[in-house]
């Protein structure tokens, strides 16, 4: 991954004959673009306080900084500085590593993910399929966090994520398996390369749609929020995470959001692609509009059910997946 | 699979007060719910037994924090029927628009928190308790108070309507009516709602007799008893009150049932406004009481917005000598073990919610 990096970079025309100070200036990018990634989810957990409150005839946050916009941060910041509970029958070091590494998985993902298209951190052959394999982790990650913690609900919590992962999972690998299929590589950039005439939203509308429902599952939103589903189960996996752990998930949480955005726009949407303005603002534009969508259907529905999570996975997403596939091997392939 | 036994509450985001429910649950599927009761005990019934007549409704509004006016004008008739006092004839008008409007901002809190038990996070709460929010200034308008307004006295009430009472009751149904109609399409038309609510916690109609439970529930389950139409107080039978009844028995007709059951109140309200006679509805103050028990034994029974209210009471002349309250929100617990059976976890509260139970009242 870091050869590719130094490969991405260098092919930008920023190299050097030090493999030191490439590496280093590697760093310092990567470094850069976690903070810039951060900010966005940053700004973006504010932006769905704030909608979600618009919607419910609430103010938001409006006390901490202009319009609340530091709210969150006060709510990191407190949290960080909190005790750092465990449970007395919680397994003690799985319980403490797992949040980390959920950060480091969402960190990995963050670079591989680009939002400046002409300066991607790694950008190899199959970089689409390894954010693909990260994000098939982070389930796993919680159902750790849900054992570890030895709570009863996050025990339930975590039967729940197993049953999810089995019905999202699948149809989405069938749905990207689609776009792989159409632009014929794994590589981001040439995926998005191939949508700049047409987005594969228009070419696959099917494989789109079930790939947006499959998202939301994968981001844990509503309606499938089953996992910390907070009026049955207090907050599920959460239940007994505290403190910076707390703050981590809180931060996973926005982060995953912006990802996901993201990752629909480039894979359906056009990723950078258009007119004007500069490719950066196209890409955030397009996840934020994705990401706004996101929140409104949090706002606006009532959770699923898992046994009814499981018949849209196999009754409705799988085949429909799998048309999408055809369909796209026959017109496109 | 085994048995996992989960204990949730007393504190807990959503049991609507303080219920501890002992739950066994196999995998996802309920075998068994136990509610825990008795955090709220404040022996107001015993409480009673120690004071004069007209001290005890601030008691009996604490019932139920939710529809605080329906318990005190339960209590206030029967220490009515107790002195064998009438009540004015005009005073029965706006206690009919009164305990409807009551009724209304009961069913609203529930309409709000029937989203809330499904996991849609405080949409439809929020925009309920703004809708709740205006009556209330109605009834503050109407009473002075917000909340427990304690405005109940022997033969009427405490004070006169303001004067333009009637048109700010009818201007903030209007609004009501239509966003009712916005919020019930919000909910319903949303197929994840009708699939979480239908079919769930079915009570079915001879089960629902046996448990013994009224109100909304009961009607849900297809019986046709109201209060206000089997044992008409007021002016229910002037005012052609008809009970709403569903058949299905399941959330969705607890839902609907509430629902219907709005707009039956809104119209009650406007007719009361139409059909009112002039006079005077002021009730007797309290320093000035006098008279003396006449019936020893008194059941008077009401429909307060969760089902059947009524109380039994022994009467002294000066105080109560025994007070016994049926709390509806208790006889309706009891139906919680019988209809979770076999649901599955993530229905529980979306059923417990259905049953619209009050713990301060459950407890007493």
Known sequence: MLIGSLEGIMGNGLSSHNPLVMLLFVVIYAVGVLIIMSAFAYVFGWIERKIIAKIQLRHGPNQVGKYGILQNLADIVKLISKEKAVPSNADRSLFILAPQLMLSLMVFLILLVPIFPSLQVANFGLSMLAIFVLLGFSPLILFVIAFSS?????????????????????????????????????????????????????????????????????????????????????????????????????????????????????????????????????????????????????????????????????????????????????LFG | MSITRINIGPIHPSTHGVCRLVVDVDGDTIVKVEPHIGFLHRGVEKLVENRMYMQCPPYMEKLDYVAPMSMDDLYVGAVEAALGVEVKERAKYVRVILLELQRLASHLFLIGSVGNDLGLMFTMFMWAFKDRDLI?????????????????????????????????????????????????????????FIERMKGVGVLKKEDAIDLGVTGPVLRASGVRYDVRKNNPYYVYRELNFSEKVLYDGDNLARFRVRILEMYESMRLIRAAFEKMPEGDEKGMPIRLITPKAKNRIVVVNREVPRGEGLIYMVADPEKAYRLSIRAPSFINLAALEHITKGARIADLFAIFGSLDLVMADVDR
């Open chain 2, 136 to 192: 209330l200034k109605l009834l503050e308008e109407a009473t002075g108070q917000r909340m427990f307004y304690v405005n109940m006295r022997l033969g009427g009430l405490v004070n006169t309507l303001p004067k333009d009472f009637e048109e700010h009751t009818i201007d903030t149904l209007e609004g009501l009516e239509k966003r009712l109609k916005k919020y019930q399409a919000f909910l319903e038309k949303n197929p994840i």
């Open chain 1, 150 to 330: 030895g709570n009863k609900f996050a025990d339930l919590s975590a039967q729940r994520s197993v049953l999810m992962l089995m019905s999202y999972e699948i149809p989405m690998i069938i749905t990207v398996a689609s776009v792989f299929l159409v632009s014929n590589s794994y590589n981001i950039q040439s995926i998005v390369a191939m949508q700049s005439k047409t987005w594969f939203a228009i070419m696959l509308p099917i494989g789109f749609i079930v790939f947006f429902i499959a998202m939301l599952a994968e981001l844990e939103r509503p309606p499938f929020d089953l996992m910390e589903a907070d009026s049955e189960l207090i907050a599920g996996w959460l239940t007994d995470v505290s403190a910076p752990y707390y703050a981590i998930a809180l931060f996973i949480d926005y982060t995953r959001m912006f990802l996901g955005g993201l990752l629909i726009s480039i894979l359906f949407l056009g990723g950078w692609n258009g007119p004007i303005l500069p490719p950066t603002v196209w890409l955030i534009v397009k996840a934020f509009v994705i990401a706004i969508f996101i929140i409104i259907i949090r706002a606006s529905t009532v959770r699923m059910r898992i046994d009814r999570v499981l018949r849209l996975g196999w009754v409705w997403l799988i085949p429909l997946a799998l048309i999408n596939l055809v369909m796209a091997y026959v």
